[in-house]
């Protein structure tokens, strides 16, 4: 296996305003950006060959990772000029691969944190002799979900849209957002055009008698659409939950970038990460949550479960749990944040403007 797509041309609307001006795999977590930690694993896995399928804000992708040198990687880019789908964008960069017509070639989504076994996964493809392979996992509660069942040999026997009825959850593997395919399948995929590898390319695959391939790894999963997933996701990578070897710094309560400046009363836990530049005021307690490069805690602040933009302010005594701060927003003293709250990008919210009672 030398060789991957990763897919990373999606705006991120769900984690705006993280998104507004930085896609999403761009947002740091756990110290870099989250497509980082996708990069380090891959090259781990002994992947030397990567396409970035890009889109939304394709410009900031290749000043940051260059050739991939850095990383041991050879990477190139591909820019959608019209957002193509998962299927769409993956027949888009065909033209750069290398492999030949019976070879592997891996495919990541750009919004996945796993600790998936690639090795394995491709293993798996190989052995079985699929056109496709698919990593799956298994959830509690599937029905936000595709639902993948597979026969006693791992063959997938059906893709299931989210049910709506317990009638209709004849599984709990859902589709996981990693893939192995035989490099001669991608150029089935319709060119220049939409496409969803999801709801189109696979089950078209699998009614014209193709096989296809699931391998159920339930280790460490979670899908970073959301701002409490994302900072759950990097909270869980600097507490070693979940496996990268792209975190700057030893796994542990906290992780302090070098140049960040934190009070020595301060409290830092819960896997809180605190980026270059940022200040940590004294007194200030952060418990699982992102402080960006630059942002600004001030004294005696609480801050829980939340993510705070580059640049931001939180002021003297604010109280935030899983609220989402935009870059160079400024949260006046006293205020309190809870339950999801979204601060854009830029915004001043005056001191005390915003407080709960004690029966709400």
């Known amino acids: 296996m030398t060789e991957a797509i990763l897919l990373v041309g999606g705006k991120g609307t769900r984690l705006r305003p993280l998104t507004v001006h930085?896609?999403?795999?761009?947002?740091?977590?756990?110290?870099?950006?989250?497509?980082?930690?996708?990069?380090?694993?891959?090259?781990?896995?002994?992947?030397?060959?990567?396409?970035?399928?890009?889109?939304?804000?394709?410009?900031?992708?290749?000043?940051?990772?260059?050739?991939?040198?850095?990383?041991?990687?050879?990477?190139?880019y591909v820019t959608e000029t019209e957002p193509l789908g998962t299927g769409g964008a993956i027949r888009n960069?065909?033209?750069?691969?290398?492999?030949?017509?019976?070879?592997?070639?891996?495919?990541?989504?750009?919004?996945?944190?796993?600790?998936?076994?690639?090795?394995?996964?491709?293993?798996?493809?190989?052995?079985?002799?699929?056109d496709v392979s698919l990593h799956l996992t298994k959830v509690d509660d599937p029905r936000a979900y595709g639902l993948v069942p597979t026969d006693p040999t791992g063959r997938v026997t059906a893709f299931l849209e989210k049910p709506q009825t317990p009638e209709e959850i004849v599984t709990d593997q859902i589709n996981a957002?990693?893939?192995?395919?035989?490099?001669?399948?991608?150029?089935?995929?319709?060119?220049?055009?939409?496409?969803?590898?999801?709801?189109?390319?696979?089950?078209?695959?699998?009614?014209?008698?193709?096989?296809?391939?699931?391998?159920?790894?339930?280790?460490?999963?979670?899908?970073?659409?959301?701002?409490?997933?994302?900072?759950?996701?990097?909270?869980?990578?600097?507490?070693?939950?979940?496996?990268?070897?792209?975190?700057?710094?030893?796994?542990?309560?906290?992780?302090?970038?070098?140049?960040?400046?934190?009070?020595?009363?301060?409290?830092l836990a819960g896997g809180t990460v605190v980026g270059e530049n940022a200040v940590i005021g004294a007194g200030a307690r952060v418990d699982g949550s992102t402080v960006l490069s630059g942002a600004i805690i001030e004294p005696n602040a609480v801050v829980t479960d939340s993510l705070i933009g580059a640049g931001a302010k939180i002021g003297a005594r604010a109280v935030l749990a899983g609220a989402v701060i935009g870059d160079g927003a400024d949260v006046g003293a006293d205020n309190e944040l809870r339950d999801g709250v979204r601060v854009w990008c830029g915004a001043s919210l005056p001191a005390g403007a915003v407080r709960f009672s004690s029966d709400q």
């Open 177 to 267: 957002g990693a893939y192995v395919f035989r490099r001669s399948v991608i150029d089935t995929i319709p060119e220049g055009r939409p496409v969803s590898v999801e709801r189109e390319t696979f089950p078209d695959l699998l009614a014209s008698g193709a096989h296809l391939q699931g391998m159920v790894d339930s280790t460490y999963w979670l899908d970073l659409g959301t701002p409490q997933a994302f900072v759950r996701g990097s909270a869980d990578l600097v507490l070693g939950r979940a496996p990268s070897p792209a975190v700057p710094g030893r796994c542990g309560d906290r992780l302090i970038l070098p140049s960040a400046t934190v009070a020595p009363d301060a409290k």
């Open 93 to 130: 960069v065909a033209s750069r691969l290398h492999s030949g017509p019976d070879e592997p070639v891996l495919i990541f989504n750009g919004d996945i944190l796993t600790g998936l076994d690639i090795r394995a996964l491709v293993a798996t493809h190989e052995d079985s002799g699929a």
């Open 22 to 76: 930085t896609p999403k795999p761009m947002v740091p977590a756990a110290g870099v950006p989250f497509l980082t930690h996708q990069l380090a694993r891959a090259r781990a896995a002994g992947v030397e060959h990567i396409v970035l399928a890009t889109s939304y804000l394709a410009e900031v992708f290749e000043p940051y990772f260059g050739d991939g040198s850095a990383l041991g990687l050879h990477i190139e």
